[in-house]
């Protein structure tokens, strides 16, 4: 046989040696490149080294301008209690409990506020779906207590190939956002009071009631906050349920999701959680830097009529 065609078990070793090592370099060097850059997302923050916090506030996009420019200082010298905002744009109920799983492994807090908001409850693509998406799964960083997290949650409905990105660094080395400008910069408009856009509302809703979703969406997301109401109860944290401010337009225009206020009523009560309603304290369109997210003035003018009470241990100051 022809030298050139004889099987060359060597040479296969060594180019497989190759690839692994060019591979775990890309590894390295992706989650580098992403620890370097701003923490952007819960699992970096919590991936790095920080202090527990007197309240950890759980939420999706309604939550993020509590913890962004001076807010937390400032909710901290107003009311006395230091907060850690992990909030995270679009995170429905199965990403919450996955988030308040990854910081209680090795971070504490005294209580926990968990922001609600109807439209995480109604949808997959706000739960199972939502950690596979390019704007999240390559923002998340290497983390072995994540990976555990994560492969946890495989059974309950995460995709595995998901996880299998997160852990091998697929999704890392090939994120196609690397070098694009955040899709949503909140921090570049706090301080700004657009006018009221019908067509921007119109549009707003239905990115978040996409609907087609199967009847059982409602039921699981209400499983999935009662765990995570199990969950930092047994960590020795207290938990209140919170609907943050809206404007009038926008909770006009929420559809109703069927057998959610209900359901969110009767979890309350059985497990003797506050259940907070803020939804109508804040109505004026001026406190919003768009259709349905606080500014700088509405962050502190609901610290001041209701989220300082909340922190205080007042659950149902109003």
Known sequence: MPDSERWHPLRIVLFLLIGALLYAGLFVWSDRALRSGPARNPFLSMASPSEGADWLILGASHGIP???????????????????????????????????????????????VILLDDFAFAHRRWNRDRLGDDDLLPKIPADIRTARVLARAVPRGLSWKTWLAQVTGFARINDRRRLAPPTWSAE???????????????????????????????????????????????????????????????????????????????????????????????????????????????????????????????????
């Open 66 to 112: 509590l913890g962004i420019a001076d807010m937390p200082a400032r909710i901290t010298q107003r009311s006395g209690q230091r907060i850690r905002v992990l909030a995270l744009t679009g995170a429905g109920p199965f990403v919450l409990r996955i988030v308040a799983e990854r910081w209680f492994m090795d971070h504490r807090s005294r209580g926990v």
């Open 188 to 318: 570049d408009r706090f301080d700004s009071s657009p006018r009221p856009s019908p067509a921007a509302l119109r549009s707003r809703i239905a990115f978040l009631f996409p609907g087609g979703d199967d009847d059982g969406t409602v039921g699981r997301a209400l499983d999935e906050l009662e765990a995570t109401i199990l969950l930092a109860r047994a960590q020795g944290a207290r938990v209140v349920l919170l609907r943050p401010p809206l404007p009038d337009a926008f909770r006009a225009a929420v559809p109703e999701v069927p057998g959610l206020a209900s359901g969110l009523a009767e979890l309350a009560q059985r497990l003797d959680v506050p259940l907070v309603d803020h939804s109508a304290l804040i109505p004026e369109p001026r406190y919003y830097f768009d259709t349905d997210h606080l500014n700088r003035s509405g962050v502190t003018r609901w610290l001041d009529l209701g989220l300082g009470g909340v922190l205080a241990g007042n659950d149902g100051g109003q």
